[in-house]
């Protein structure tokens, strides 16, 4: 114990100030929380983290809130079971039911890997007009026959807790088209509400989603 | 003797904390871990909030601590049917009107589903203009739930080498009504550095909404 107490003691200055010496890394395995502002946070907060392995949606049903104006997902190589279109719907009654009024817009540069077609076009067959279906987050059915093929992007959801305005969204994804075509796709629209929305749903066309993961992050 | 044997208990023999020495009560007096980077790669620089505003400037923080500042607006409403306009600043936002050449391209689609439209707009780009900047173009403001919201990536704005590149695509409501979609981009033709950005409606006020400044740290 004297050894200790003078070992101790050198990493002490003489104001009884601790020196740097009087900590480790380890020292602080135990401090899971700091008081706020204690050290910088990052703008983006990642919420949740789902993993998709065959499933026919994968759904955020909690953490939609006040908390945050801004929310944003992030898609990451999802691959479907079968030639389909990866889509969203949002809910106001915390994922009992998907199917809120939009309005949206939807465009893409679609380019054949064989150079056969490069074209920039509005989609009429993808965007929506106060209806309650699914949106379109691609513009062709992703091919499901490559294993290498998938689709990646982000959406934004703006204010989905605000009971003034309706809710603005806008989406960037690029994915693997049949044919096989690189396509690069634009959504954005709003949802004609002015309830709250408090869940998202993601789900393909047709069939499950095979693989990959879906981020939801809030923007500070 | 009994708190002495208690911290020898929490030192190691060469006189290091142990883990157990601290805990989260330990450092309740801790306002700031300035080596520790948090993480951070988005820094939230400022938020501020519109009430009947006739515009939202931010002229401080806008320098070379970051290469790239993003901005956000959420819900800006206007006191009646505009646009959604921005300009910048050489002189701390004593004067907004630094010349610049943008495009300007849009899509849009009527909720009563008779009109979509994928174009470029020549009546909202520039060619080595000084004034506002549309980013919004013909926001609804008649109706309480209509606004405007949309990002802004200003790249490098205090350098003084290059002119200043700028990225923003906004989504709004017109009063239609119809969803409309802006993509907008380009450059401000000057090798001063940007130190001020204003955001306004072309001629009514901000009745609502915030606007966020964040930088992206460098590395």
């Known amino acids: 114990m004297g050894t200790i107490t003078r070992t101790f003691a050198n990493n002490i200055t003489t104001s009884g100030v601790f020196k740097p010496n009087a900590f480790n890394n380890a020292s602080f395995d135990n401090v899971t929380a700091v008081p706020s502002g204690a050290i910088e946070s990052g703008g983006m907060v990642l919420l949740s983290t789902q993993t998709a392995s065959g499933d026919a949606s994968i759904s955020f049903t909690s953490g939609i809130d006040s908390t945050y104006k801004e929310y944003m997902f992030i898609f990451n190589n999802i691959h479907p079971a079968s030639n389909s279109n990866l889509q969203f719907q949002t809910s106001t009654d915390g994922g009992s039911n998907y199917g809120v009024t939009a309005t949206t817009t939807f465009f893409y540069a679609s380019h054949q890997e064989n150079d056969g077609e490069a074209i920039l076009a509005y989609k009429t067959n993808r965007d929506q007009a106060q209806s309650t279906d699914f949106i379109y987050l691609t513009g062709d059915n992703m091919e499901a026959s490559a294993s290498d093929a998938s689709v990646s992007g982000y959406l934004h959801l703006f204010e989905p807790s605000s009971t003034t305005f309706v809710k603005h969204y806008m989406s960037n994804t690029d994915h693997v088209a049949d044919g096989p075509y690189q396509q690069n796709n634009y959504s954005a629209g709003y949802f004609n509400t002015t309830s709250a929305i408090n869940a998202v749903q993601f789900k393909t066309t047709s069939g499950n989603i095979d693989a990959g993961t879906i981020q939801m992050f809030g923007i500070l | ?219």
């Open chain 2, 1 to 219: 003797m009994s708190i002495a044997l208690s911290l020898g208990n929490n030192l190691t023999t060469g006189g290091i904390f142990k883990p157990t020495a601290v805990n989260n009560t330990s450092v309740n007096n801790v306002t700031d871990f300035a080596g520790i980077a948090g993480g951070a790669t988005l820094v939230l620089l400022s938020t501020q909030t519109a009430s009947a505003s006739a515009s939202i400037s931010f002229t401080t923080g806008i320098d070379n601590t970051y290469d790239e500042y993003i901005f956000k607006w959420i819900n800006c409403h206007p006191a009646s049917n505009d646009s959604f306009q921005f300009n910048c600043s050489t002189d701390g936002g004593s004067n907004y009107n630094v010349t610049k050449t943008t495009t300007f391209f849009a899509a849009y689609h009527y909720e009563n589903d008779s009109s979509t439209f994928l174009g470029y707009n020549i009546n909202a780009d520039k060619d080595l203009l000084n004034d506002y900047q549309t980013i919004n173009s013909g926001v609804g403001g008649d109706d309480a739930d209509n606004s405007c919201v949309g990002y802004l990536h200003l790249f490098a704005p205090s350098s003084t080498t290059y002119v200043k590149h700028f990225i923003a695509r906004g989504q709004h409501i017109s009063q239609t009504p119809y969803t409309y979609e802006n993509y907008v981009a380009g450059y401000f033709d000057t090798t001063s550095a940007i130190n001020a950005i204003d955001f306004k409606f072309a001629t009514s006020n901000i009745d609502d909404g915030i606007i966020k400044m964040y930088g992206v740290v460098k590395s």
